[in-house]
């Protein structure tokens, strides 16, 4: 396969926000009596916030005691306290190797989409410095389904303009190894065997993403 195009998750991919994402939906369950834990939260990684919600509230035995308007003041309280803790980022909060890696991959002149759920995406790209590395940004607001359905990963092929067998995608949540799996990418797992043990090709953290050794596991 030739290989056209590097689509990007963003959270734990780029930048450590998963933690963020984590300290801030611990603090509004920790509210309503349900505690979270790391284990739990790794269900939580790529997917949306009201999808989050709804399991958060599930993991706490509290589905049935919200209305849909209830939980729309909760998840935008959690992304008020998440948007404060985003405001303090700056390019050091790049995680170690994107920024070389981004720099080898537009050296050689490949495509690079960013396929994030979440809707503060481009606001982070801003605060990183990063927005004009990525050709597309694919807005996950127009999107019938979140990850693990392929969906956000096509759309960002298509976006490219290039076939999605032509594309690597590299993620940190298992939901989205099997988005890029079903769009039939290469997929580039970052995180501990057990959550990626469906990538096509793992590693322990973002300093492995190498242009040359991915290329060589692609083939
Ligand atoms: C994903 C994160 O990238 O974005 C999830 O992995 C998060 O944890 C989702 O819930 C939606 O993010 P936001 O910023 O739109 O609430
Ligand atoms: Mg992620």
Redesign the pocket.
Same mark, same amino acid.
């Given at each position: 396969m030739s290989v056209k195009g590097f689509i990007f &998750?963003? &959270? @734990?991919v780029i930048t450590d926000?998963?933690e963020y994402?984590?300290e801030a939906?611990q603090n509004l369950a920790k509210n309503y009596d349900i505690t979270i834990d790391r284990e739990f939260n790794e269900q939580? /990684? @790529?997917? $949306?916030?009201m &999808? $989050?919600l709804d399991r958060i509230l599930n993991h706490g035995g509290r589905e049935t005691d919200f209305t849909e308007a209830q939980k729309e003041e909760m998840?935008s309280e /959690?992304?008020g306290e998440?948007v404060k803790l985003i405001e303090k980022m700056t390019p050091e909060h790049i995680l170690p190797g994107v920024l070389d890696f981004l720099n080898e991959l537009k050296e050689h002149n490949y495509l690079l989409g960013l396929a994030?759920?979440? /809707?503060?995406?481009p606001v982070i790209l801003e605060r990183l410095n990063l927005s004009g590395y990525f050709d597309t940004i694919v807005d996950?607001s127009l999107l019938a389904k979140g990850k693990p359905d392929p969906e956000i990963f096509l759309t960002a092929a298509h976006q490219l303009g290039v076939k999605p067998e032509e594309c690597v995608g590299i993620e &940190?949540?298992s939901a989205?190894i099997e988005a890029i799996n079903k769009a039939k990418m290469f997929s580039v797992g970052v995180g501990d065997k057990e959550s990626m043990k469906e990538a096509d090709y793992r590693l322990d953290s973002t300093e492995g993403l190498v242009l040359d050794v991915i290329l060589n596991k692609v083939k």
């Open positions: &998750d963003l &959270d @734990g926000t998963a994402h984590f939906w939580l /990684k @790529g997917i $949306s916030r &999808d $989050s998840a /959690k992304n998440y994030s759920a979440s /809707k503060n995406g996950p &940190d949540a989205g």
